[in-house]
């Protein structure tokens, strides 16, 4: 299958502070990129989603200003986690849309772990 | 997209199939069955999907009735490294995103 990659895998960052998490599809062009949070014993929520070259499409109570999401090129999308406090801390997991023919396949990333102290 | 319903947590020996079941009664006619798998503290793993017929790879089988509504997803030989959450989304062509229920929890035991 195909192969998305997190960056960082894991970060702990002083409340107040901004963090940037990275993710990119290695082997193949993603024009639509997804990022979900997922807390503890929870399952995945969808927080945005994002089609390159165009502003993301946020789910209802994701603060959109708080939580920047960037997808300049067809495999890299950024989301940046902006003042972050310690109810942020969760994991962050994005995922790539693979085309391929009619039905499209979605791969995930293996996850950034968010501690904001 | 329609609702899925799957068993909350089961059990399988090692080396024996596990038989995932996931109902999904308001599935329409272009929404496709979809299985993904979460091992802990690591994001899902796709596994298989399928509109209509049977369909099986390295990983899996996925085995959906002539009505649709339900589908049980098949690992042949379990093995301890499968123990992980399942889930069973159904998602249309023309959505865009996965959403997930709470899934099974499949634990492999020796």
């Known amino acids: 299958g195909a192969v998305v990659s997190q960056h960082p895998s894991w970060v702990i960052c002083k409340s107040g502070t901004s963090v940037k998490i990275e993710c990119r599809s290695l082997?193949?062009?993603?024009?639509?990129m997804f990022w979900y949070r997922q807390f503890p014993k929870q399952s995945l929520m969808l927080m945005a989603t994002s089609n390159e070259g165009s502003k993301a499409t946020y789910e209802q109570g994701v603060e959109k200003d708080k939580f920047l999401i960037n997808h300049a090129s067809l495999t890299l999308s950024t989301l940046t986690v902006t003042s972050a406090h310690p109810e942020d801390s969760s994991f962050y997991i994005c995922?790539?849309?693979?085309?391929?023919?009619?039905?499209?396949?979605?791969?995930f990333g293996p996850g950034t772990r968010l501690l904001v102290l | 997209d329609a609702k899925t319903t799957q068993p909350p947590s089961m059990d399988c020996a090692e080396g024996r199939a596990a038989n995932l079941p996931c109902n999904h009664s308001?599935?329409?006619?272009?929404?496709?069955v979809y299985w993904y798998r979460q091992i802990h503290s690591q994001g899902p793993q796709y596994i298989i999907h399928?509109?209509?017929n049977n369909e099986t790879n390295e990983m899996a089988s996925l085995i959906i009735t002539e009505d649709r509504k339900s589908s049980t997803l098949i690992l042949p030989h379990a093995t301890l490294r499968d123990t992980a959450v399942y889930y069973c989304?159904?998602?249309?062509?023309?959505?865009?995103?996965?959403?997930f229920g709470a899934g099974t929890r499949l634990t492999v035991k020796p």
């Open positions: 082997d193949f062009q993603a024009t639509t």
């Open positions: 995922s790539a849309r693979e085309p391929r023919g009619r039905q499209e396949t979605q791969y």
């Open positions: 308001t599935i329409s006619g272009n929404e496709y």
């Open positions: 989304i159904v998602r249309g062509r023309n959505n865009n995103d996965m959403r």
């Open positions: 399928g509109l209509k």
